[in-house]
């Protein structure tokens, strides 16, 4: 996921935690959605105005696509500010324990708080389809429309978003009988552990459009996931309409475990490259690196646990204890932002170590996997390589993942001569 959809998710709910204020509610509900009308006019004017510019010639398509391509970048950066203005400055957020229908209710607080940052995530999409519309690579019509930016809900923050209101809302829903006071802490956190690891594989495969593989690649992919260590996964492939190279890994335990290929990944690579990409997603598995990153997580929220008990204290003035939420939130958050970044940097170094020293074991019960180690590290390097062929924003590092340059690096160093 993106460091800006994990910002824009997490932020939002944070803000919750503002002190209240004596802003209407409505005139709060009528600015945000001025703000929000506005940016989907900005967003379909920049759309308009580099369609335009390719159109009449003055531009070449490939610098356009990039332009484009700069600017919603920068929308969406700029588009976290807005949400800060929306819950924060005109109230939106500040309010909703006043409210009778969102009083007592975790998840309609939650969505009320989700609204704004899904309505821009929505104009960003909806100006990304109708500039595809333009060049020619989509369909046209406002249902084209619709249905891709619901698409692209689906396959970046849905699955985020939708298991922390189902949650919210078991809750709320546990509340109301008098079974809420009767559970103790303990039990509710064993009950999310088991939520999580058996919900996320099933929401993956739920969320994701997938279409059918046939029956031999399918056999051959569950043959190097069973080789490389991995006895038993749901092997999914993703239907992106051959636009996008991706894999994933979901799920901790047997079968609540889901690998997610996307159907241009299985397409363009060969059989080698791809099963250097799924040893590297079983790595991800057997190394325990999503754990890994939620235990990573535990000191930051500890800390911002710790910076919201300090400023309640009865020795701190009225308006520390008033925003201790905020500033708690605040905290972990860039806690968590650093931290994330290191392990995140670390487990894909790792995961690609791994993958190729697992490939020559695995090879000796898998065909097309390679036999050595130097093999290996040649094919995962044209496998990344490949993936990312002309899109060099694609090869860049980012907040959490390592370019493509520094990857190869870490797992073929050069040999001396």
Not at 103 to 131: D, K, R, T
Request: with cysteine; proline share 4%.
């Amino acid at each position: 996921m993106q460091l800006y959809y994990f910002l824009a998710v997490i932020l939002s709910l944070s803000l919750g935690s503002l002190p209240e204020s004596n802003q209407s509610f409505g005139h709060a509900v009528g600015f945000s959605g001025l703000v929000i009308v506005a940016w989907w006019g900005l967003c379909y004017l920049a759309v308009r105005m580099v369609a335009g510019l390719i159109d009449k010639g003055e531009v070449d398509a490939t610098v356009g696509y990039d332009w484009f391509d700069r600017q919603t970048e920068c929308f969406r950066w700029f588009s976290l500010g807005l949400i800060l203005l929306c819950l924060g400055g005109f109230g939106l957020g500040r309010n909703l324990d006043r409210l009778p229908l969102t009083e007592h209710s975790l998840a309609l607080q939650s969505i009320v708080l989700l609204f704004p940052a899904i309505a821009m995530m929505a104009g960003l999409w909806a100006g990304e389809s109708l500039f595809a519309a333009r060049m020619g690579v989509a369909r046209r019509g406002w249902w084209s429309t619709l249905t891709s930016t619901f698409s692209a809900l689906r396959c970046s923050v849905g699955w985020l978003i939708a298991p922390i209101i189902g949650f919210l809302a078991i809750i709320d829903l546990i509340s109301l009988t008098a079974v809420g006071d009767q559970i103790p802490n303990w039990a509710a956190w064993i009950a999310l552990g088991v939520v999580m690891v058996v919900g996320i594989p099933i929401l993956v495969r739920r969320m994701f459009p997938t279409r059918p593989v046939d029956a031999a690649t399918k056999q051959w992919i569950q043959s190097v996931v069973v080789s490389g260590g991995i006895r038993r996964c749901k092997i999914v492939v993703w239907d992106t309409n051959h636009q996008t190279h991706n894999a994933m890994i979901a799920g901790l335990f047997g079968r609540f475990r889901v690998l997610l290929l996307s159907d241009r990944l299985v397409r363009d690579l060969t059989r080698e490259e791809l099963a250097m990409v799924i040893l590297h997603e079983v790595a991800h598995a057997k190394r325990f690196h999503v754990p890994l990153r939620i235990l990573a997580l535990v000191p930051a929220w500890l800390l911002g646990a710790g910076l919201e008990r300090v400023l309640v204290h009865d020795s701190m003035p009225i308006w520390a204890a008033d925003w201790a939420g905020t500033l708690g939130s605040v905290l972990s958050l860039l806690a968590t932002v650093l931290i994330l970044r290191w392990v995140s940097y670390r487990s894909e170094f790792d995961a690609d170590t791994v993958a190729c020293l697992s490939a020559p074991a695995v090879s000796r019960s898998c065909e097309r996997v390679p036999t050595t180690e130097p093999d290996a590290r040649r094919q995962l390097a044209s496998a990344l390589l490949r993936v990312t062929e002309g899109c060099a924003a694609a090869r860049k590092p980012t907040w959490l993942h390592p370019g493509i340059a520094d990857r190869i690096n870490a797992f073929s160093p050069p040999q001396v001569a």
